[in-house]
């Protein structure tokens, strides 16, 4: 079946626009997360969906980054007025979590640059 | 909070050798061990994992084993192949827990050669 999809596969923005990005989980996934990778780095955790629940946003790095769930499906994170740190890649992944099986699917990533 | 360390963070091997990456974590209640491969390019994709209920877990040429008393784990792959060649991540969460996050090692990059 369809893997976790995400839009645009690469944005160049520049400092102080805003930028959306967007994830399209697998069907019938209720967990959503979203994770970035700088250059060189491993992952790092920005926010989690679980169906109806209030998203954990404990690893947001700033109040300029924020997200939401909408049907609790698609997701969108948005980057406000963006600066040359927040250059990376944004990956987004689901999971069914039925408790059993927590293994998370990643998509391919956002690739962000910021100028 | 949970830390996980990796090492190493860059590995070569010819052809047919066996490679070893190793991680170490730091949160005692962490139970969910996979295993992410990374090509160029793309996203990471779980080639093994393991719980905290087993200590070793074998998948064809690749076997990922748990110290749970010394809070390691390490993924071994034999007979490496040229298309081994990708950025491995280790990770560790609370898996049992809903909404717990996967805590990522730095990774590290394999390189095949033939």
């Known amino acids: 079946g369809a893997g976790v999809s995400q839009s645009p596969s690469n944005k160049v923005t520049e400092k102080g626009k805003d930028v959306e990005l967007r994830c399209d989980p697998i069907s019938g996934h209720t967990a959503l997360y979203w994770y970035r990778q700088s250059l060189g780095q491993g992952l790092e955790f920005l926010i989690y969906f679980q169906g109806n629940s209030a998203p954990d946003k404990s690893g947001l790095p700033s109040d300029r980054f924020s997200a939401e769930r909408t049907g609790g499906s698609v997701s969108t994170l948005t980057i406000q007025r963006t600066q040359q740190e927040d250059s990376a890649v944004y990956l987004c992944a689901s999971s069914k979590w039925t408790g059993l099986d927590e293994t998370q699917y990643f998509g391919p990533g956002t690739r962000l640059l910021v100028l | 909070g949970e830390n996980v360390e990796q090492h190493p963070s860059t590995l070569s091997v010819q052809e047919g050798d066996s490679a070893v990456i190793k991680c170490t974590y730091s949160?005692?209640?962490?139970?969910?061990f996979p295993w992410y491969k990374q090509e160029l390019g793309k996203g990471p994709q779980l080639i093994i994992d393991?719980?905290?209920?087993?200590g070793e877990k074998k998948d064809q040429r690749i076997a990922v084993t748990l110290n749970k008393t010394a809070k390691h784990f390490s993924l071994h792959i034999t007979e490496t192949q040229p298309e081994d060649s990708a950025v491995y991540f280790c990770a560790a969460s609370r898996g049992n827990q809903a909404g717990t996050a996967l805590i990522f090692g730095k990774g590290t990059t394999l390189s095949v050669s033939s």
């Open positions: 393991i719980r905290s209920n087993v």
């Open positions: 949160d005692s209640a962490s139970n969910y």
